[in-house]
């Protein structure tokens, strides 16, 4: 199997309570290629990446080309993210295969937009250790 390009999706300014889960997924995509988005779990993220402004014409640049660049999205969407629904959007619109993972536990519901979308891939999970087989699946097919 050749090396993936990996559009790994999660909650920035939506909110950080799943940093740790996301750290741990982009762990696990790695074993496929490069995790385009990788900064998206780590504990200490850019100012830009919190700053209203002038940044955010870079970030969107940046994060478009990356997602054209990629041959999968994979997004944890147990934290809602504008901004995580408008990436699975544009991901959709440009034919991607995407994979959503949703965390049982989550005090959240998941938006009807994403369960009820039939192109897209969801995968409620209880624990991070579930995931490494439906990664596997989905990255392969």
Do not use: W
Request: with cysteine; aromatic share 8%; proline share 3%.
């Amino acid at each position: 199997m050749r090396s993936m390009n990996i559009y790994f999706a999660g909650s920035i300014r939506g909110g950080r309570e799943d940093q740790e889960r996301y750290a741990r997924i982009i762990e696990l995509l790695k074993r496929y290629g490069t995790v385009l988005t990788e900064h998206v779990g780590k504990v200490n993220l850019p100012a830009s990446e919190f700053r209203a402004g002038r940044g955010d014409v870079q970030i969107y640049k940046s994060d478009m080309a990356k997602l054209r660049r990629a041959d999968a999205v994979v997004a944890e969407v147990s934290t809602p993210s504008i901004g995580v629904g408008y990436e699975i959007g544009a991901a959709e619109a440009l034919g991607k295969p995407i994979l959503c993972l949703y965390h049982i536990g989550s005090p959240k519901k998941i938006s009807a937009m994403i369960s009820g979308n039939e192109r897209l891939k969801v995968v409620y999970y209880r624990e991070i250790e579930e995931l490494s087989a439906v990664l596997e699946r989905f990255l392969q097919s």
